[in-house]
């Protein structure tokens, strides 16, 4: 079995602080020393923690992100040379042949690629059969201590034995909570950490056992959630919220994906109209 750190709710939050300072900071030059200092380690540690937790080096993230941000750019009209330029390459030969490796075609195939694949509908709405069981740990205070909720859940999942692929991690916040501050009105914040899975071995530390409910559901990505009126698209579609608690479904592990990549949907309960 592995050996799991002391402290794995402190690595998570360096980590977490280093993912958001990439994201923040494409457009600089960052040094392997300097992303350690924003994780207040030194460079030979952060470096080995990172590609621990991570699975590749810092740089090989700050590349792929960068790349990722001119694929984004190139689809949005920006001409190819500024577009090498804004991710860090002196020519277009270089900056096509490190798009090739990352994106599988050069930028001109890419876009064509773009341009014909259709959009993703934002909106799908999909059924919960059975109720499904769940650990819970609830959260009232800051605001800005809501990422701490969710170090701590993973830490006691991990500490608990359990494997990584028998849970999930989700948020839970009132149904009336709004849909862009997601739990938060004031600086305070009100929601539960939710783990779904399977009946586990060890339940974790201070976790409660609970269900999800059953039944139907919207979902919607969370970066969009205050881009659409989306009650309206709902009506549209013979549906409507009801009363039941809004989940946060974290596709992706925030502490350890940069903003650019992280997958996150919102879960609405819905009833027919």
């Not at 079995?1 to 993912?19: A, C, I, K």
């Not at 959009?119 to 650990?135: F, G, I, K």
């Not at 989700?170 to 997601?182: E, N, T």
């Not at 609970?210 to 139907?216: C, D, I, R």
């Amino acid at each position: 079995m592995e050996t799991l750190p002391r402290n794995l709710t402190q690595q998570r939050r360096r980590l977490r602080r280093v993912m958001e300072h990439i994201g923040q900071h494409l457009d600089r030059e960052l040094t392997l020393a300097a992303l350690a200092e924003v994780a207040c380690w030194s460079p030979e540690h952060f470096d080995r923690m990172y590609r621990r937790s991570i699975g590749e080096p810092p740089m090989a993230t700050l590349r792929r992100l960068r790349l990722l941000a001119a694929a984004r750019s190139l689809a949005a009209g920006l001409p190819l040379v500024k577009a090498a330029q804004g991710a860090g390459y002196g020519s277009t030969q270089a900056f096509g042949r490190a798009f090739e490796r990352q994106h599988g075609m050069l930028p001109s195939a890419w876009l064509r690629h773009a341009s014909a694949a259709p959009a993703s509908p934002p909106l799908a709405v999909v059924r919960l059969d059975e109720a499904v069981p769940c650990h819970r740990l609830a959260y009232r205070g800051d605001a800005a201590g809501v990422s701490a909720l969710f170090d701590v859940t993973v830490e006691r999942l991990q500490r608990s034995g359990s494997p990584r692929s028998q849970w999930q991690v989700f948020g839970q916040a009132p149904a009336d909570a709004p849909l862009g501050s997601w739990g938060c009105a004031g600086g305070l914040c009100e929601m539960q950490a939710v783990v779904l899975a399977p009946p586990l071995a060890v339940s974790p530390a201070g976790m409660e056992a609970a269900t999800v409910a059953a039944g139907w559901y919207a979902r919607i990505p969370a970066a969009q959630a205050t881009q659409r009126h989306w009650d309206d698209c709902l009506a549209d579609a013979g549906w409507q919220r009801t009363e039941g608690a809004v989940l946060r479904h974290f596709d992706t592990d925030p502490a350890h994906t940069a903003p650019q990549e992280r997958r996150e949907w919102l879960y609405l309960p819905l009833a027919r109209r």
